[in-house]
């Protein structure tokens, strides 16, 4: 027989941050825990809101599977003596685990022999066993941070008020802290403060339904949205789209009511990102914008409670407002009476680390390695990017920055248009932050990509220089997410780069901060950076033994590596892989451990072996000139003309003979064509696609 498995856990308001990571761990957990215990179920659903996280398991089964148990003791040769009789070890074992010496059976293990028994286990009931692993649960449920209250032993993200566990309609008996499980549930905590009886998942969404309150979180979201867009197309307006505010505003409330309100037009003065963050960060309101996209004095917010007198409440929301827009008009007016360059001075009182150095320091050194990678890649634009690069950081010590650090580069690309800088040198000021995380927009303009590199790769070659080397999980510096910065802008740039040109250069800049030799700081940055680039194209669904092959041939140039890896991966596809790898490996592995030697071609002597080396000739000259362009799948399609020559070289020449100077010579032949196909890959990693 399969039921229901409902739980319900009131609590105070969670902090919206948290939600959605319980909810997924909720149900791996949930998952698990029952997999351990044998609870056959169906699917697993969560709801939640700000004050209540609700589980569903449809088709739990109403008892566990039943299993056989194996337990085992000492060896046969310790069990019994040498007449077969059981010895004291094998009567104590036997009476250890309740069973009679007579039922002990020899079992075959690793060590060989050993005397134990088998018996059948029958499954508990469900509520017996939810019993005994749902307190386990709510310890195991993590959120970023836990409180104790009441005294009591334990943890939560808030204090619990109300627990509902029903198995079938019936309550599953335990206990977390005070609060003893039962089958009651409380509705919205202003309008339906009520407690009422919840005899399933149906009758539980079904009351709260009719309270206003929406479960589903994704329900809510899309209510919030449509309800927003709705108030401000009544007024003729729209709504900027902000998907982290709206995620974020769904676990605020439980029923929606949204409010349009208004502030003086005197504050539009403001930036529009600064009158959008204000709104955001500080009173979490939608901004409302004009048919023509331009923000207005206009605001939504959203309210957890219907209200009698709406002009009440929108007052208030005004009110609030009002307060926060002067504080950030009163810092923007004093940011515009000095030139945003005029704060590049102040970055000299501001620490960037207390082994690194000064924000000031900071920004000489990668506004000096900017420069090096625009005499490089774009040397028509040094002055343009050492300007950019000096004032990138400048709005750090601006008031609006202070109150704001997410408009960092968005403000002081604000300032720089107003104080005259040209629209390249202020879009690069906002472009050098970007990606700011995964999944984010890259840089647009060179300018802007150059200073983003330098900034990250000072970053990174400044923390390895004094041995702040992220270790597990823990990388305080961010230095995995500006290695992937590096790479994806590269990669966009799709400009030839010597990794260890760039990586020696920015260890340089370090100068007398660093604490460690430079050379093994640009290996361990190289071989960080291979790392990062192996994972984020696994990530991206290209096979591991492809990129680890292009990597492992050689990693010098990140667009070119790129390039590699995507010729690689379709040419893996053609129907004869298979049969070309296995020429192409054995070449690679019969080289293993093996010194290259100079080929003498008056030593080639038989037919395969000169058609093998003719082939080579035929080959090699036009499959560079296809590498040096990086076309690399046309370099392929060419080098797939060594497949039958190598073969008929395999199936017909013995190289490893007792001649050591044919032996040399036949392994010299081989050498070259092996570092001819690690131009692309080293092909030895590629594994078989067949299934």
């Given at each position: 027989m399969k039921g229901e498995f409902l739980l319900e856990i009131g609590s105070e308001e969670i902090p919206a941050s948290f939600m959605v990571p319980?909810?997924?761990?909720?149900?791996?957990?949930?998952?698990?825990?029952?997999?351990?215990?044998?609870?056959?179920?169906?699917?697993?659903?969560?709801?939640?809101?700000?004050?209540?996280?609700?589980?569903?398991?449809?088709?739990?089964?109403?008892?566990q599977t039943s299993t056989e148990i194996e337990k085992t003791g000492p060896t046969k040769a310790a069990a019994y003596d040498e007449k077969g009789a059981p010895t004291k070890a094998a009567r104590g074992f036997a009476k250890s685990q309740g069973v009679d010496v007579s039922d002990l059976v020899l079992i075959m293990t690793p060590k060989g022999e050993?005397?134990?028994?088998?018996?059948?286990?029958?499954?508990r009931p469900t509520i017996e066993v939810l019993a005994e692993i749902l307190p386990d649960f709510f310890e195991r449920l993590p959120f970023p941070k836990t409180m104790r209250w009441m005294g009591l032993d334990a943890r939560f993200a808030r204090p619990i008020h109300w627990i509902i566990a029903l198995y079938n309609g019936a309550v599953i008996p335990f206990s977390f802290g005070s609060i003893q499980t039962g089958a009651f549930s409380y509705g919205h905590r202003f309008t339906h403060p009520q407690k009422f009886e919840v005899s399933d998942f149906a009758s539980l969404a079904a009351t709260l339904k009719d309270q206003g309150v929406i479960i589903d979180a994704d329900k809510r979201k899309q209510i919030i949205m449509d309800k927003v867009r709705n108030v401000a197309a009544e007024k003729g307006y729209g709504v900027f789209d902000d998907i982290a505010l709206l995620d974020e505003v769904t676990f605020l409330v439980e029923s929606p009511y949204p409010l349009m309100g208004t502030f003086s037009d005197d504050f539009l003065e403001l930036p529009a990102s600064i009158l959008i963050t204000c709104m955001k960060k500080h009173q979490r309101y939608f901004s409302v914008q004009d048919s023509e996209g331009r923000i207005t004095n206009k605001f939504i917010a959203i309210n957890n409670t219907p209200v009698k007198d709406p002009e009440i409440s929108i007052k208030g929301h005004q009110r609030v407002l009002k307060a926060r827009l002067e504080d950030a008009r009163f810092y923007f007016r004093e940011d515009r009476k000095t030139p945003l360059i005029d704060s590049l001075a102040s970055l000299k009182g501001v620490v960037f680390h207390s082994k690194l150095g000064t924000a000031y320091e900071k920004v000489e050194r990668f506004t000096n390695l900017a420069v090096k990678l625009a005499e490089k890649l774009a040397p028509e634009k040094i002055e343009q990017l050492k300007r950019a690069a000096l004032l990138s950081k400048c709005d750090l010590e601006t008031g609006i920055v202070y109150e704001f650090p997410e408009l960092q580069g968005i403000i002081g690309?604000?300032?720089?248009?107003?104080d005259g800088e040209s629209e390249e040198i202020a879009t690069a000021i906002r472009e050098h932050y970007l990606p700011a995380f995964a999944g984010d927009r890259l840089p647009e303009g060179i300018i802007g990509s150059l200073v983003s590199i330098a900034d990250r790769m000072d970053t990174i070659a400044g923390c390895f220089s004094v041995g702040l080397i992220p270790t597990g999980t823990a990388d305080p510096y961010a230095l995995r997410r500006n290695v992937l910065g590096v790479i994806q802008i590269l990669i966009n740039l799709d400009k030839p780069l010597s990794l260890r040109w760039l990586i020696k250069e920015a260890v340089d800049q370090i100068g007398d901060k660093r604490s460690l030799p430079p050379d093994t700081v640009a290996a361990d940055v190289l071989e960080f950076i291979q790392t990062r680039f192996v994972n984020f194209h696994t990530s991206r669904d290209f096979p591991l033994d492809v990129v680890e092959a292009a990597v492992r041939a050689r990693f010098d140039d990140i667009s070119d590596a790129r390039r590699r890896v995507e010729a690689l991966t379709l040419w893996k596809n053609r129907p004869d892989f298979d049969s070309l790898m296995v020429g192409f490996k054995r070449v690679m592995n019969i080289l293993k451990g093996v010194a290259p030697g100079n080929l003498d071609i008056r030593l080639l002597s038989e037919e395969a072996e000169k058609g093998l080396y003719e082939a080579f000739i035929r080959v090699v000259e036009p499959a560079d000139l296809l590498i040096a362009k990086g076309d690399y799948g046309a370099a392929l399609e060419k080098t797939a003309e060594l497949k039958?020559?190598?073969?008929?070289?395999?199936?017909?020449?013995?190289v490893m003979v007792e001649d050591e100077k044919l032996k040399r010579n036949r392994l010299a032949l081989l050498s070259q064509i092996a570092g001819f196909l690690k131009c692309i890959a080293d092909f030895s990693f590629i594994g078989s696609t067949a299934n």
């Amino acid at each position: 027989m399969k039921g229901e498995f409902l739980l319900e856990i009131g609590s105070e308001e969670i902090p919206a941050s948290f939600m959605v990571p319980a909810m997924k761990s909720a149900v791996d957990l949930m998952s698990k825990a029952l997999d351990t215990v044998r609870l056959e179920h169906g699917k697993i659903e969560t709801y939640a809101t700000p004050r209540r996280l609700i589980i569903r398991i449809q088709d739990l089964a109403d008892h566990q599977t039943s299993t056989e148990i194996e337990k085992t003791g000492p060896t046969k040769a310790a069990a019994y003596d040498e007449k077969g009789a059981p010895t004291k070890a094998a009567r104590g074992f036997a009476k250890s685990q309740g069973v009679d010496v007579s039922d002990l059976v020899l079992i075959m293990t690793p060590k060989g022999e050993q005397v134990g028994f088998r018996k059948a286990e029958s499954g508990r009931p469900t509520i017996e066993v939810l019993a005994e692993i749902l307190p386990d649960f709510f310890e195991r449920l993590p959120f970023p941070k836990t409180m104790r209250w009441m005294g009591l032993d334990a943890r939560f993200a808030r204090p619990i008020h109300w627990i509902i566990a029903l198995y079938n309609g019936a309550v599953i008996p335990f206990s977390f802290g005070s609060i003893q499980t039962g089958a009651f549930s409380y509705g919205h905590r202003f309008t339906h403060p009520q407690k009422f009886e919840v005899s399933d998942f149906a009758s539980l969404a079904a009351t709260l339904k009719d309270q206003g309150v929406i479960i589903d979180a994704d329900k809510r979201k899309q209510i919030i949205m449509d309800k927003v867009r709705n108030v401000a197309a009544e007024k003729g307006y729209g709504v900027f789209d902000d998907i982290a505010l709206l995620d974020e505003v769904t676990f605020l409330v439980e029923s929606p009511y949204p409010l349009m309100g208004t502030f003086s037009d005197d504050f539009l003065e403001l930036p529009a990102s600064i009158l959008i963050t204000c709104m955001k960060k500080h009173q979490r309101y939608f901004s409302v914008q004009d048919s023509e996209g331009r923000i207005t004095n206009k605001f939504i917010a959203i309210n957890n409670t219907p209200v009698k007198d709406p002009e009440i409440s929108i007052k208030g929301h005004q009110r609030v407002l009002k307060a926060r827009l002067e504080d950030a008009r009163f810092y923007f007016r004093e940011d515009r009476k000095t030139p945003l360059i005029d704060s590049l001075a102040s970055l000299k009182g501001v620490v960037f680390h207390s082994k690194l150095g000064t924000a000031y320091e900071k920004v000489e050194r990668f506004t000096n390695l900017a420069v090096k990678l625009a005499e490089k890649l774009a040397p028509e634009k040094i002055e343009q990017l050492k300007r950019a690069a000096l004032l990138s950081k400048c709005d750090l010590e601006t008031g609006i920055v202070y109150e704001f650090p997410e408009l960092q580069g968005i403000i002081g690309s604000y300032y720089a248009r107003k104080d005259g800088e040209s629209e390249e040198i202020a879009t690069a000021i906002r472009e050098h932050y970007l990606p700011a995380f995964a999944g984010d927009r890259l840089p647009e303009g060179i300018i802007g990509s150059l200073v983003s590199i330098a900034d990250r790769m000072d970053t990174i070659a400044g923390c390895f220089s004094v041995g702040l080397i992220p270790t597990g999980t823990a990388d305080p510096y961010a230095l995995r997410r500006n290695v992937l910065g590096v790479i994806q802008i590269l990669i966009n740039l799709d400009k030839p780069l010597s990794l260890r040109w760039l990586i020696k250069e920015a260890v340089d800049q370090i100068g007398d901060k660093r604490s460690l030799p430079p050379d093994t700081v640009a290996a361990d940055v190289l071989e960080f950076i291979q790392t990062r680039f192996v994972n984020f194209h696994t990530s991206r669904d290209f096979p591991l033994d492809v990129v680890e092959a292009a990597v492992r041939a050689r990693f010098d140039d990140i667009s070119d590596a790129r390039r590699r890896v995507e010729a690689l991966t379709l040419w893996k596809n053609r129907p004869d892989f298979d049969s070309l790898m296995v020429g192409f490996k054995r070449v690679m592995n019969i080289l293993k451990g093996v010194a290259p030697g100079n080929l003498d071609i008056r030593l080639l002597s038989e037919e395969a072996e000169k058609g093998l080396y003719e082939a080579f000739i035929r080959v090699v000259e036009p499959a560079d000139l296809l590498i040096a362009k990086g076309d690399y799948g046309a370099a392929l399609e060419k080098t797939a003309e060594l497949k039958q020559p190598i073969d008929s070289f395999f199936d017909n020449v013995m190289v490893m003979v007792e001649d050591e100077k044919l032996k040399r010579n036949r392994l010299a032949l081989l050498s070259q064509i092996a570092g001819f196909l690690k131009c692309i890959a080293d092909f030895s990693f590629i594994g078989s696609t067949a299934n």
